[in-house]
């Protein structure tokens, strides 16, 4: 007759209940952690990232003209033209044309940045984002804000 | 006919008075002649005895079971018996009740909670989180919905006052050092209490959809992208998107109304069952 | 073995029913309350505690018929304001990042300082240095990452550049303040348990100062492109 150990079939019976007590919290925290994806969306509903700006004769030569809604500067200089991100790369502000001499500067923490939108001065930590121009059907310009360009890069209508 | 009917209202108006001239309050007023009376209204004995009058009454027993307490045994009885109550203790030493003990503090921050979201869930009624609506019922309410000004207002600075008070309230416990042993898990509670006080007051800071309100948020929120690696995703995850909208403010807006204030809540109510614990500092 | 009749009836002596509530550590604090006046909560903590209320209430009511909560233009995201100011319980915050990298500014500090204050009823008697020590270099530090990281530069420009966006130089030297407290701490003149809690204590207070101090500077002393200016400028 195999002898009944009490203590023996208390560890069993202990071990067989935490692994089950484990079991639950892992799988539990699992599922949680996998129900967290919920709040990352998948679709966005924001702005065309590719649009049309205007004809290129419209803009002023030598000035950076603002094109707000967009966040983007478009600096023409006789034929040519460049878009410079507004967006600061320090905290996301949007920078502003200088009275003055040309370039930018920002009005959250103070950084400046040149004409062609290198950093100068200031917290910014790198220099402005230069976008791709092209040209539309009806000869309007196109800005793609998805593909940068070096820096001091221009397109020539 | 009409005679009939008078007679028995005669007779409950009568026995309204008689009812009145019987009770404490009148007869505290009473006691005293001419001048002497309005004195003896402000001087507690006429406030005492309405006070017991009242809670004698059939609708106080309704509602609370018992009259108020009048013996001193009853006294402290009654914090650990009511339900509203039972969060003190029935005594406490003559120190914890001196003012400069506690400066009223933490009392003040729980207090100002209370009116923060009183005052929220007026606002409610009106408010829309819609980029295109958010704006205008600001506006709305400053200047068409009745008391809408005041209530934003009240709203506005109380949550200027929590965080000041918190912070006033961390100070003392830092002066008296009461964050010694028992104290410091509560101490570690309090941290979490002054840090969602500060994330709700950031929240609601987005919600007027104003020029401030956008621009304090961008910053705010590109900080966290400036964390290596996880940064971006978790600002991502923050804003419903690449930039401050019509996501972020829904976001932002049921953290605001509901996520952060019910989790701040928990940890007050803990936050007091620990003071209850651990003995508060002044001797409990 | 014991009979029914040997049992006493304990009833009769004391008439009290006593349970069982809890186990807790340390003295019964009856004893060290025993020569303490005690008042019951009832009414004297409650009236209290309503007068107090009412007291807010009407402050809140007086102050939110005065003064109107700031409402400024419609969000445009085309045009940031000039300058652009956090709620003034973020402009230390703020006014770091003037100085140094966002992910010092906006991570680094924000979360040691948090850590710092949860930690710190666990530093017993002399070492309560450390905590409010690190809590008054963690706000003091990163003002000079800009400047330490200028003699990086000079010496090395490519390394400079590549460590500018962690702010090293901040990381770096609170790591060597922590350590700095941990001797201090440690070292025989903080032997003396009075003056180490003396000493921890106004840390503490400089560090709450400096806070208050940046606000200030933030709200009254900041004007466009976060330039100095005077507040009756
Ligand atoms: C919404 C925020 C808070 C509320 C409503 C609150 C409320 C209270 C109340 C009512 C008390 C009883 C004594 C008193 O009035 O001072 C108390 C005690 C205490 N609080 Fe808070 N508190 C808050 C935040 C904090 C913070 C930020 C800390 C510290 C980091 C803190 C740490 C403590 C400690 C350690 C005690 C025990 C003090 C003692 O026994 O002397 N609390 N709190
Ligand atoms: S966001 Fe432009 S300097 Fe900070």
Redesign the interface.
Known sequence: MPEFNVVEEEKKSRRFFMAGLFAFFTSFGLIVIGALRY???NV???KAERFKVGMPQDFPDKQAT??????IFIVREGDSYTAIS?TCT???????ANNAAPGF??????SRYEADGKNEAG?A?RPLDTFEVSLGHQGELVVDKRTTVPRGSRFKV | MSTDQAAPERGVWRRLFQAIRKTGAYQSLGQAGGPARLSRVFSGSFCRALAADVSRSVPWKAVFNRPLPQTPKEQSEIAISSFWLHIHPATITRRSLKFSTTYGLGGLCAGLFMMLVGTGVLLMFYYVPATDHAYKDMVDLQHVVSLGRLLRNMHRWSAHGLVVFVSLHMFRVFMQKAFKAPRQLNWVVGVILLVFTMMLSFTGYLLPWDQLAL?AV??GT??AGAIPIVGEKFR??LL????V???TLIRFYVLHVVVLPLVMFIFMVYHFWRVRKDGFSGGA | MATEDSVQPVAETDPKEYGLLGFVQGRPPAVADQEEERVSVYPHLISREFLAFGVMFMTLLVVSTLFDAPLEELA?????????KAPWYFLSL?EL??Y???FIAGFVVPSVLVLTVCTLPFFRGRLLVVPTGLLLATIIVPMFDGLIWNVIHSIAPGFADAI??YGLPTIALLILTAVGLFKWALSSSMDDPKRAERISTRLFIVFVLFLLALVLIGEYFRG????WVWPWQ
């Open positions: 709040i990352v969306p966005q509903y924001g603002y094109i707000a809604d967009q966040q507004a320090h905290l996301g502000c949007a920078v502003r500067f920002c009005p959250c923490h103070g917290p930590p | 621009w961008t910053v590109n900080m991502f995850v419903g998107g690449p930039t909208d019509q996501a | 445009n995201p085309g045009k940031t304001p000039n300058p652009a703020q990042l003037h140094s990298p966002p500018r966006v466009p492109e976060w330039k």
